[in-house]
């Protein structure tokens, strides 16, 4: 039985990917190297480790990570502050599952700075979520299940006990992989490219 509900956070609860890729190609930019937008494509979900560090690698730029993301997080704060806020739906359904008791996690793969920015920029209270799990609470992230494994421990249920909702091709294999059911959402990755990976129902947004 289904007790715990564990979303995602960047294209699930926000449509944020369009900034933190704006805000990446600045900061590359910023360096004299000119990347593009689709270069980000292949590590959509992966964390902003490999987000931005794939990329470096790719135009053998050598970064150092962490001050990479504090200057790329600047600037997609910047971006995204007013001109964005959660997606339709997505505060009835938390609204409705937090007044019925259902648990509720949230389980990305970018650090803690983004999620509080995200969770600011939606005007979302953080109480509703028992647990809060960013990408610098575990070491292999996404596609890898450790995020969703390690968020149904630390609500105390079994994987069988949670769903996930998930928008990336990456987030899809790690849930799957955590033996948990999975409603993809299209707002990153087309319908069949969510349905290879395993997603169990495929969904316009939460207010489907």
Excluded at 1 to 28: C, N, P, Q, R
Excluded at 69 to 78: C, P, R, W
Excluded at 102 to 115: C, G, I, P
Excluded at 168 to 191: D, R
């Amino acid at each position: 039985m289904i007790t715990a509900i564990l979303f995602d956070m960047d294209g699930v609860l926000i449509d944020s990917e369009e900034y933190i890729s704006k805000a990446a190609v600045a900061y590359f930019k910023a360096l004299g190297i000119h990347v593009k937008p689709e270069d980000f494509i292949p590590f959509v979900g992966a964390g902003e480790d490999r987000y931005i560090g794939g990329v470096a690698q790719q135009y053998g730029v050598e970064l150092d990570i962490e001050q990479a993301k504090l200057d790329t997080y600047d600037i997609y704060e910047e971006l995204i502050t007013g001109n964005e806020s959660a997606l339709p739906g997505v505060v009835r359904f938390l609204t409705n599952a937090h007044d019925a008791g259902v648990q509720m996690a949230v389980a990305t793969s970018a650090d803690k700075r983004k999620m509080e920015i995200n969770l600011k920029v939606m005007g979302l209270d953080p109480k509703w979520f028992k647990v809060l799990i960013n990408g610098k609470d575990i070491e292999r992230k996404k596609p890898f299940p450790d995020i969703y494994e390690k968020a149904a421990r630390d609500i105390g249920l079994e994987r069988g006990e949670c769903i996930v909702f998930e928008d990336a091709t990456n987030g899809v294999q790690a849930a799957k992989a955590a033996g948990m059911l999975c409603g993809a959402i299209t707002t990153s990755f087309s319908e069949d490219q969510l349905r290879a990976e395993g997603a169990d129902f495929i969904i316009a947004g939460l207010d489907a």
